[in-house]
């Protein structure tokens, strides 16, 4: 069993940053991907980037790249998504997953993450 708690949802304006943690607990030993998935309103729930622990290899989806960074602090046990230069359309609720054990750091199949957490809401205001 992995528990995965995310934090640092809120409401910000266009323009603005923010940054998303999500601490994993149990058996994590494992779980060599983590990533980060969102879904806005009516709309289904996408991929926005992975993190590997090995290497600390990340992966981005084309919507974000460029603009949000993830990373790891694997003393913590924790992932980090730094979102910068937010848009209206990153508004949603954001999911940290934690991968399979097969689990590529370039999967971006939400069938590929077999433990969510609870989300937090990003609300970005233009």
């Known amino acids: 069993q992995v528990r995965l708690v995310e934090s640092g949802g809120g409401v910000v304006q266009a323009g603005d940053s923010l940054q998303l943690s999500c601490t994993a607990s149990g058996d994590t030993d494992s779980r060599d991907v983590l990533a980060w998935f969102r879904q806005a309103a009516g709309k289904e729930r996408e991929f926005v980037a992975s993190f590997r622990w090995h290497a600390s290899v990340t992966y981005y989806s084309d919507s974000v790249r460029g603009r949000f960074t993830i990373s790891g602090d694997k003393a913590k046990n924790t992932i980090f998504l730094q979102m910068n230069s937010l848009k209206s359309e990153d508004t949603g609720v954001y999911y940290c997953?934690?991968?399979?054990?097969?689990?590529?750091?370039?999967?971006?199949?939400?069938?590929?993450?077999?433990?969510w957490g609870q989300g937090t809401h990003v609300t970005i205001s233009s």
């Open positions: 997953a934690a991968g399979g054990l097969a689990t590529s750091s370039t999967d971006s199949r939400r069938g590929a993450y077999d433990y």
